[in-house]
């Protein structure tokens, strides 16, 4: 397994950008699929953006389509998430996990084997 720290997280204005990153220990990150997921008070956690190991393939949830990049440097083991437009609804807790799944897009929570501690991120309106 690969131990992951999050971190950019903050306060910010609505409209406004943040950019996360997750940064990976071990060699082989270069092999996990990657996520992004988010949870706010009261509610589930939800996947809001996934990159596959070679960072060829994406996926995004309809609510951040257009808003939100994904994207990975396997060199510095790490994966990012670049956040635009933020909307008070975005306000959460992020959470960075990786998964060993090769063949598919891992979508679900339970698809993934390791987890960060997660970055708090509050937009105000």
């Known amino acids: 397994q690969v131990q992951l720290v999050e971190s950019g997280g903050g306060l910010v204005q609505a409209g406004g950008s943040l950019r996360l990153s997750c940064a990976a220990s071990?060699?082989?990150?270069?092999?996990?699929?990657m996520g992004w997921f988010r949870q706010a008070p009261g509610k589930e956690r939800e996947l809001v953006a996934a990159?596959?190991?070679?960072?060829?393939?994406?996926y995004y949830a309809d609510s951040v389509k257009g808003r939100f990049t994904i994207s990975r440097d396997n060199a510095k083991n790490t994966v990012y998430l670049q956040m635009n437009s933020l909307k008070p609804e975005d306000t959460a807790v992020y959470y960075c996990?990786?998964?060993?799944?090769?063949?598919?897009?891992?979508?679900?929570?339970?698809?993934?084997?390791?987890w960060g501690q997660g970055t708090q991120v509050t937009v105000s309106s």
């Open positions: 996990a990786a998964s060993r799944r090769v063949l598919t897009m891992p979508i679900a929570s339970t698809q993934y084997d390791s």
């Open positions: 071990g060699r082989t990150f270069s092999s996990y699929a």
């Open positions: 990159i596959n190991w070679s960072g060829g393939n994406t």
